[in-house]
């Protein structure tokens, strides 16, 4: 095990503003890219995960965080934004060895994190009330925004640091107090993170609290506990159903981003340009490994550009330098497991046995490291309704189907249980537009054009609610109306 980076600490859990002691031992941390433990994290039992619960609830109910004025708020999150953006090398060498990030994704996983704080900084500021437009009422009717209390914040492991800041700044700046639980496979991210908010904010003890149970049950209670009043999730589909299903039990808020299948359209009239076939290839194909939800990783040609995409696509992926994310001329690093290795090898096999073509790729990356490489793939011969065209692999499997024109274009983009994200490239704007309005997702780019704070959640089993800019604040807060007479 090594500590030689500043962020790699015998971190405790962070509850009620103190760092505490384990209650059930400690767990290894891997680096995806050697298969070596260099850090383990504290595992907490029911009765740990129950004090976090506390603290967060205690700090709720006495005001400690929504007595303070929207300024303070405010001042509280630039500050944390500030300290993510002053670390981010320390970040950084956290990232390449905990998630495998590499040179090329630094500012999604780092810089990006930190303006999202600062940003939520800002949304600290929005109005919580104003009237409205009535009918029937002789006097004013005022629509109020509250926090909802206690948030449980359960984050995966592909986006860590992103996904802790993106839904810890939303929360706090809404007025809420929150628990996170990362992913037992990237604990650090957010005990680093509780590190930030200790040494260089203002929040006050218990708003935020840091708990990495690796078993079920504990974690589970972050889902049924009666204290707590919203659930906001990111990860897998299936995952997200059980997450749902505990916190109906107390009709809790919840905020649900899952998993993807989504379509990239490029229509007969687009330009294909080498610039253009390098961003699909990391949209596509090879962003954090194809460990991304957001991945538009069906890729929909028409017939008359088909071959000649793929070609050109297929060079490009046989020449992206995979390994270690400590190389900085490394473009793809590893998968986050072995485990997870193996099923998105399984997924490729399967594909093959119902007969779809290996293009590029296809197997285990050949690396003299011991991590869990695999080579960017590219599938074609695939039906729409094949299992690799339907089911999130969450590796670098790109999956190519045919079409014949644009209806029949958005008929295999909708033909998905997913609706997360999507893509349209054509020289006809217009067309473009009328293509991505047809599609039932909660994002589509045309020729890569969208904010950055857009509304981001998805239709189906994609998830319910949305994140980002002030949809996303309200999406934890409740709405509440009060008539005034005149």
Known sequence: ?????????????????????????????????????????????????????????????????????????????QQLGTALLEHAEDFYALAQIEWGCTANERMIHIEGPAV????????????????????????????????LGVVAVLTPWNFPHTLNAMKIGSALAAGNTVVLKPSPLTPLAGLALARMIDEHTDIPPGVVNVVTPSGVEPSKLLTTDPRIDMVSFTGSSAVGREVMAGAAT???????????????????????????LQKVLFECLTMH???????????????????????????????????????PAVEMGPLISQAHLDRVDGFVRRAVADGATVVTGGSRADRP????????????????DDYIAQEEVFGP??????????????????NSAYGLGGAVYGSDVDRALAVARRIRTGQVSINGCIAGDAPFGGFGQSGIGREGGVLGLRNYMEPKAIGVPA
């Open 250 to 276: 107390g009709m809790k808020r919840i905020l649900l981003e899952c998993g993807g299948k989504s379509a990239g359209i490029f229509l007969d009239d687009v330009e294909i340009t080498d610039e253009l």
């Open 369 to 384: 490291e011991r991590g869990f490489f695999y080579e960017p793939t590219i599938l074609t011969g695939v039906r729409p």
């Open 289 to 327: 490994a194809g460990q991304a939800c957001i991945l538009n990783s069906r890729l929909l040609l028409p017939e008359s550009l088909h071959d000649d995409v793929v070609a050109r696509l297929a060079e490009l992926a046989r020449n992206v330098v995979v390994g270690n994310p400590a190389d």
């Open 1 to 77: 095990m090594t500590r030689s980076h500043a962020l790699v600490e015998p971190y405790g859990h962070y509850i009620n503003g103190e760092w505490v002691e384990a209650d059930s031992g400690r767990y290894d941390d891997i680096d995806p890219a050697t298969g070596d433990v260099f850090a383990t994290a504290p595992d907490a039992g029911t009765a740990q995960v129950e004090r976090a619960i506390a603290a967060a609830r205690e700090a709720f109910d006495s005001g400690r965080w929504t007595g303070l004025s929207p300024e303070e708020r405010s001042e509280c999150l």
């Open 397 to 414: 499997v790109l999956t190519v189907l045919r079409y014949r024109d644009d209806d029949e274009a958005v008929a295999i983009a909708n």
């Open 116 to 147: 999202m704080m600062t940003h939520a900084g800002e949304l600290a500021l929005e109005p919580v009330e104003q009237p409205i437009d009535a009918w029937g009422a002789s006097g004013t009717t005022l629509l109020r925004y509250e926090p």
